[in-house]
């Protein structure tokens, strides 16, 4: 109490604030017993035990299917098939299709994935309503199913239209050989383009085999080099081989030597 000038000012504890005035705080951890427990160490133990667990999965997994290692890249191997890692999938695939591909790279690198990334930016700011169902936000609900399709096909088209089978015979180590460069058969092989296609140490690349330890006896590879192939392990067009029937034999004979064991 205190006291003015003819006037006396009182304070009762018992009146209650206006509820406006009231400060929000949250209740007291004692307010919910048997629901709480120390950062430290309970809750931060349980954190690093299901982590542990985690790494030790992964480390497993590794040891059990390591990387695959392919061969040693060669830029000017233009045959080659790629594969990015699975999460750049579908940008992958998208590169494939007309309106992305050759003169419209540029749309399929970085216009339509800046479009989409950027809506996916900007939802929060068209979509300030306070409802958290996805029924009562279909602007928000519907861009999202469309992104989750979109990803889930783009990457599921990507891997069912792959090559596999060319692609592990790409990525293939192959053990390398070592032959006489200005032997006969190596400078034919060079006058009708073979290294062209198949490397200069015959180990493949341009969509072609490898040429070392094929199996083959000269005589198949006679018959391939003049009526071509074509299968699983490439295509070889009829009429690439130019000599003569003698430079013919010593060109089968020396492919058919390499890698034989």
């Not at 074509?230 to 390499?258: R, V, Y």
């Amino acid at each position: 109490m205190h006291r003015g000038k003819g006037m006396k000012f009182v304070g009762d504890s018992r009146v209650p604030a206006p509820e406006s005035r009231k400060t929000m705080l949250p209740k007291d951890y004692s307010e919910y017993p048997g629901k709480t427990e120390a950062f430290w160490p309970n809750f931060l133990l349980k954190e690093w035990m299901i982590g542990a667990v985690f790494l030790v999965g992964y480390l497993c997994l590794t040891v059990a299917h390591p990387a695959p290692l392919e061969r040693i890249a060669d830029p000017t191997d233009t045959g080659y098939i790629p594969l990015p890692d699975w999460y750049f999938l579908f940008l992958y695939q998208l590169l494939k299709y007309t309106y992305a591909s050759g003169p419209y790279t540029v749309i399929g690198a970085m216009v339509i994935p800046g479009l989409a990334f950027g809506g996916l930016l900007l939802a929060p700011f068209l979509d300030v309503g306070p409802e958290r169902r996805p029924l009562k936000r279909p602007l928000a609900t519907s861009f999202m199913l469309l992104a989750i399709a979109a990803t889930v096909f783009l990457t599921w088209q990507s891997v069912a239209t792959h090559d596999w089978a060319a692609a592990e015979r790409q990525g293939k180590i192959v053990e390398k050989v070592d032959f006489d460069k200005t032997s006969d058969g190596y400078k034919i092989a060079s006058e009708n383009t073979c290294i062209t296609c198949h490397g200069d140490n015959f180990q493949g690349g341009a969509g072609a085999p490898t040429l070392i330890g094929t199996g083959l006896s000269a005589e198949e590879v006679a018959k391939i080099a003049v009526e071509g192939k074509k299968g699983p392990g490439g295509t070889m067009p009829a009429g690439i081989f130019k000599g003569n029937d003698e430079q013919l034999k010593k060109l089968s004979e020396f492919i058919a030597e390499i890698g034989k064991k």
